[in-house]
């Protein structure tokens, strides 16, 4: 039955759609929806369904899709019968995610949370079971997923405290949600005891998929054309930064003139502003945006483009991951791991603190303090700390099989 607060919201999303349209026109003109794709988000799918039974999974953003990676495997595994749709709402995930999917899975936006569009979404895909990332739900999508009897399932979910009191505020609507899950799983202690007090009924912890997703991928013939033209340079990365990462990281090449910095921000249109504070630190720079290459003379690459990390990653020995000085709350250090980079990071890493913990506490990462960069970019025995990182990652391969298992057995046999 649904809730009254459901039932308000449900009545309240009708109103959206004289402005749906019009509201993606605007952020597709701004640059901001996929020019190609951006209907999918009124339910208007680009790819057909395949044959068979369907596992849907959603995540918001490019990191939490990209963590899914590891889990659909190990189900694909499990279930060699199944095939794997994945959603998400920022459109930067697109071009990433298409160069790294798994077999057997296509991706498309998510429809905007409305009856008319996710009607649409649902009679095209019907999915035999839905899985929701992290603790970004939607009222309409899982209501009508739960009312079409399909199973839900959320994993990975983390849940700060200060989150928890926000969300409490809305008791009302979540409760009704989160009892609708079959099976609910938390990436630590804190966040299971949150969703259960805002009234998910049991909560398993599982920890965060994120050190189970494949490495990323790169374009290999570009990969050995850059293997050329750096050859006997030693390089290292600036990877997802923000502001104070990157003074960080410009204080520490400016110390550093034997190595060479691949800075990666977070957002790479922020590439001009960028490449003002390296022209005004005295660092000839090249801009990947441009198709510079750099030469002898240029000591960093601003690699202000999208969806390259796994190209990066393989041309370094040591990553600087970004968020750490930013209170950002850090970023994945489990990407560069997974291709034996050693991990450096600053201070704020509370987004990913048990990963740093596990990580920190191994010697297979380095936190290092504002100011210490290029003291510890020397000092460092990379090799040594990649190959702990990489012996870390391989004990942790076999955590995820339960969680896998039991989300297998939610998955009906094909009639």
Not at 195 to 214: C, E, I, Q, W, Y
Request: net charge positive; glycine share 6%; aromatic share 8%.
């Amino acid at each position: 039955m649904r809730s009254p607060w459901l039932t308000a919201y449900w009545l309240l999303s009708w109103l959206l759609l004289p402005w749906a349209t019009p509201l993606l026109r605007r952020r597709l003109a701004r640059g901001k929806e996929h020019p190609r794709r951006w209907r999918e988000k009124l339910g208007q799918a680009t790819f057909t369904r395949p044959e068979g039974l369907l596992v849907w999974c959603h995540a918001v953003g490019l990191g939490e899709v990209l963590a899914l990676r590891g889990l659909i495997a190990e189900l694909s595994r499990l279930r060699p019968d199944v095939q794997f749709l994945v959603t998400s709402t920022a459109s930067s995930s697109a071009k990433v995610l298409a160069a790294n999917l798994p077999p057997r899975t296509q991706h498309q936006f998510l429809p905007l949370d409305a009856p008319p569009y996710l009607r649409r979404f649902f009679e095209h895909w019907r999915p035999a079971l839905s899985i929701w990332a992290e603790q970004d739900l939607w009222p309409g999508a899982v209501a009508a997923a739960a009312g079409l009897g399909i199973p839900l399932a959320m994993v990975n979910a983390r849940l700060s405290r200060s989150s928890h009191l926000r969300r409490n505020r809305l008791r009302c609507l979540y409760a009704p949600l989160l009892q609708r899950f079959a099976l609910v799983s938390a990436q630590d202690t804190t966040s299971a005891a949150c969703l259960h007090d805002l009234g998910a009924p049991a909560v398993r912890v599982d920890g965060s998929l994120k050190p189970f997703a494949p490495a990323l991928k790169a374009d290999l013939a570009e990969l050995s054309r850059l293997q050329v033209q750096l050859a006997g340079r030693r390089i290292w990365v600036a990877a997802s930064t923000h502001p104070a990462d990157e003074a960080e990281a410009i204080a520490a090449q400016r110390q550093s003139p034997g190595w060479l910095l691949i800075l990666v921000p977070r957002d790479p249109s922020r590439g001009d502003a960028i490449a003002a504070e390296l022209a005004a630190a005295g660092l000839p720079a090249a801009r990947r945006s441009r198709g510079e290459l750099p030469g002898p003379v240029q000591t960093v690459w601003l690699a202000d483009s999208y969806g390259e990390l796994g190209l990066w990653f393989r041309l370094a020995s040591v990553a600087l991951v970004g968020g750490g000085f930013d209170r950002i709350g850090g970023h994945n250090p489990w990407e560069p791991v997974a291709l034996g980079v050693a991990v450096l990071h600053g201070p704020d890493v509370a987004n990913f603190s048990a990963d740093y913990a596990m990580l920190d506490g191994a010697a297979a990462a380095s936190c290092v303090s504002p100011g210490a960069l290029a003291e510890t970019l020397w000092s460092l025995d990379a090799a040594a700390q990649a190959k702990r990182a990489t012996d870390l990652l391989a004990e942790l391969q076999g955590r995820i099989r339960p969680l896998a298992h039991d989300l297998a057995e939610l998955i009906p046999e094909a009639p």
